[in-house]
Every structure is written in structure tokens, then in C-alpha cells.
């Protein structure tokens, strides 16, 4: 994966932006936006729908050394003010936050990690840890450096990409506003107890077709994790959300809140068979349920929809693993129901 270096290349990146809002958008207007310092600026507004509700995607059609994406879901109040900013830089720019890479001819949105809160801008560590997982080394004209993947613009979940990285970003500021920022979000895979857990959000940057059963969809890896854990959190009462957990190693489980042992463990992959995903994820949830769970955990592999596979559901039965698919927010066990 390279980050684009040139003028052109990046204004290509971005009109491909734009005209993937074209197709998306619900609507179009020209609205007038808000910032904390009190500037105000009109803007070509684009209202998309996300499986977390409307959002509304501000781009200027020009800027004179940076391309402001400006992101925020939909409220009743006042003029829009951005929940989350990312300036693209029309020339190379290592001091700007956000860029675009691209792979395979396909480009993607990323930050360098720059967000700013109540108490100004958020250390670029502090956010790096809470986005550990979205993270991907990329070429940065020679020097390699990790970047946030927020989505590819080739999608066709795109705009739920967006907003559940929208709303990772609005769920850092929540905890930095709450938190000492020095604070070091830590977790142990062998350590039981909620207080380690964490609350990572997953994200992957590669995409790959393959014919027959065999799909591959990389950059779904994040959303899927985000979005079955607040798939999850929905399906529970509210006072019981919080049994929705992850670490470095678990993707999504649901801890009993008596034992603490595990009650149910999710592997997100993104690709069927033929993969070496699959045969990892057989060995994963069934490590994970020695370290974590007890005899009665159910583990769960959960792939995009676009891979299902008969072939594949009945191999993972027979191993006592069901198969869940999700898409847009919405998640369906192959066979039963989640709860």
C-alpha cells in the first residue's frame, strides 16, 4: 500500500470521493458549517445513510493546500459543525492527518491519527492505541508509517465504513475527555477479568476477489467487528451492554457477568474457503475458548455476506462452530438465532 505523493494523484482520489457520494447521497445541498472557532464557510453537503443513522459528508470543491472531508451525523440543532474532520493535503504532507493510499488500484481514506477534543489536540499515541487494530503499515514515499484505514472507496458498504469510523473517532474523544490521556489502554490475552478486557475496534486495509466460494474482502474486517459489537449491545438489555467485550486477540465475545468466564466468542474473517482464514479461525476460536470460556461457550465465525457458502456451514457445524453474516449493521446466524 502506497500514500499518494503527488498533486494529481490526489485530486484523482478525491474526485473518485466525491463521485461516490454522488451515488450514495440521499441529498445534496449547500449548507452552511460551523467550526469551534467560530468560522463559518458553506459547503457542498452530501446526506448519506448509515447503518448508525444519517450523516452528513461536507467537501469544499476547493481549498488552497488541503481538502477538508468534513463528517457528521445528522442532528436536529443548528448549522452542522463537523464530529470528525479529516483535511486531505493536495501535495504531500506529512503534517497533515489525512491521506489517501492506494492498493491494487483501488484507493482508501486513512489518518495519520490527528483528532482534537475539548482539551485540544489528542496525543497521536493515545489515539493509536485506541485504534490499534485499524492500523496498517503503508509506504509513505519511502518511510514506512501506520495509518488508520477508514475505508475503501470502492465499498459497496462505504458509507457504513464511514460512519462506524465516525463514531470509533467520537468514542476516543468520549474517553479522553474521561480519562487521564496518559493513560495507556492495556489488555491481557491470559488475564480474566472485565476490567482487561478493552474495547479495541478492528480494522483491515486489502481487498481481493477469487472466483467460486473463495471471496476476500479485507477492508470489511473493522466494520464487521464495530458493528456486531453495537449489534450486539442492541440485542441486550442496557444495563448489560457492557458484557460486549473485546481484547487484542478476542474480536467480539459476550462475557458472563457472574463468572466472567466467556458465554460466546466471535471471529470475524473475510474470506471462505479456500483460505487459510478459515482453517485459523477453526484454531482460534477453539484456543480461545480453553483461555477464556467453559463447556458450554459457542463460538461463532463471522464472514461478510457476500461469502456465504453452503459447503462452508456445514463443514463448520460438524466442528461445533456456526456461522454468522452480516452486512450493513445487521448481522443472521447461518442457522437459529444469536439469543
Given amino acids: 500500500m502506497r500514500v499518494l505523493g503527488t498533486r494529481a494523484e490526489n485530486l484523482r482520489a478525491i474526485k473518485f470521493f466525491r463521485e461516490r457520494l454522488v451515488e450514495i447521497a440521499v441529498k445534496l445541498d449547500e449548507l452552511e458549517w460551523g ?21 452528513q459528508i461536507g467537501v469544499p470543491k476547493s481549498w488552497e493546500s488541503r481538502i477538508p472531508h468534513l463528517f457528521r451525523f ?10 470528525v474532520e479529516v483535511n486531505i493535503p493536495i501535495d504531500h504532507n506529512r503534517n497533515i492527518s489525512g491521506l489517501y493510499v492506494v492498493s491494487n488500484g483501488d484507493y482508501f481514506l486513512c489518518s495519520r491519527g490527528g483528532f482534537t477534543s475539548y482539551r485540544g489536540r489528542i496525543k497521536r499515541a493515545y489515539s ?53 490521556p496518559t493513560t495507556q489502554v492495556t489488555t491481557n490475552a491470559h488475564s480474566i477479568g472485565r476490567p482487561t478486557w478493552g474495547s479495541f475496534d478492528e480494522f483491515e ?37 457492557d458484557l460486549v467485550i473485546k481484547n487484542q486477540h478476542l474480536d ?27 482453517y485459523s479461525a477453526i484454531g482460534q476460536l477453539n484456543y480461545y475458548k480453553y483461555l477464556y470460556g467453559h463447556s458450554a461457550t459457542k463460538l461463532y465465525l463471522v464472514l461478510p455476506l457476500a461469502c456465504k457458502d453452503k459447503v462452508l456451514e456445514d463443514f463448520l457445524v460438524s466442528l461445533g462452530i456456526s456461522i454468522v453474516y452480516g452486512q450493513s449493521g445487521s448481522f443472521k446466524a447461518a442457522t437459529g438465532q444469536l439469543f
Avoid at 38 to 52: K, M, N, Q, W
Avoid at 74 to 83: I, L
Wanted: aromatic content about 8%; overall charge negative; some cysteine.
Fill in 35 to 55: 467550526f469551534p472557532n467560530g468560522e463559518r464557510a458553506i459547503y457542498p453537503t452530501y446526506t448519506v445513510s448509515t447503518h448508525l443513522g444519517d450523516m
Fill in 74 to 83: 445528522v442532528k436536529d440543532q443548528g448549522p452542522p459543525s463537523p464530529d
Fill in 128 to 180: 493509536l492505541t485506541h485504534f490499534e487494530k485499524w492500523l496498517r503499515d503503508v509506504d509513505d514515499q519511502g518511510k514506512t508509517t501506520r495509518v488508520i484505514m477508514v475505508c475503501a472507496l470502492s465499498s459497496p458498504q462505504f458509507a457504513d465504513d464511514i460512519g462506524s469510523f465516525v463514531a470509533s473517532v467520537q468514542d476516543l474523544k468520549m474517553a479522553y475527555k474521561s480519562a487521564d
Fill in 205 to 241: 486495509g486489502k481487498k481481493t476477489g477469487g472466483g467460486g466460494a473463495r471471496v476476500e474482502y479485507d477492508y470489511l474486517h473493522g466494520p464487521l467487528c464495530n458493528q456486531l459489537s453495537a449489534f450486539l449491545r442492541a440485542k441486550l438489555p442496557p444495563e448489560k451492554s
Fill in 252 to 278: 467480539v465475545a459476550v462475557v458472563d457477568e457472574k463468572s466472567n468466564k466467556i458465554d460466546m466468542i466471535f471471529e470475524v474473517k473475510t474470506a471462505g474457503l479456500p483460505s487459510h482464514q478459515i
